[in-house]
């Protein structure tokens, strides 16, 4: 039996995480909006829905409350960033998932900027990711390679200091 191909893969995922996002829409909502940051097995995500004059929703509507979504979300998430990996060339270090109420589902994926975490994340998680999802030198932006030295210095300071070196 044959592997399914990466983009259909993709486009199911996707598919999935609009039909989970579309389900958080309140009456006047402008759109649902959601944003992922990604490191090694470490995730930050955000929802929001959007009003119509642009301002963001109360944080007591669904949209907000991450735990509507489901376990299944969240696999449709990892899946769709799996898929998305590029032999030599990573994955996403971002996404961001727009659905309208007529059922439009935009996706917009960061393969190249630091994802602007909440609060800093520990140094080692790029070298988890870099493990994960490896990336040759020429498609390391500048800043994963700094971010990726420091990781694996943490690693070789843990490892001496507990004479696994």
Known sequence: MSEVPSFIVQQEALDEIG??????LSDGDECVLFVSRWMGPFSEADFWSVRPDGRFASPLGPANDIHETGPSFDHSEALLRRA???EGKGTWFGLEVKVTPDGA???KYNYDTEPNWELPIEPTL?????????RDPEHQPEWFKRRLAEGQ?????????????
Request: charged residues 25%.
């Open 126 to 134: 790029y070298v988890q990711e870099q493990e994960k999802y490896p």
């Open 153 to 165: 210095a943490a690693l070789d300071e843990w490892r001496r200091s507990n004479g696994r070196a």
């Open 105 to 107: 589902v935009t996706a």
């Open 19 to 24: 039909r989970s996002l579309a389900a958080l």
């Open 84 to 86: 998305c990996y590029q």
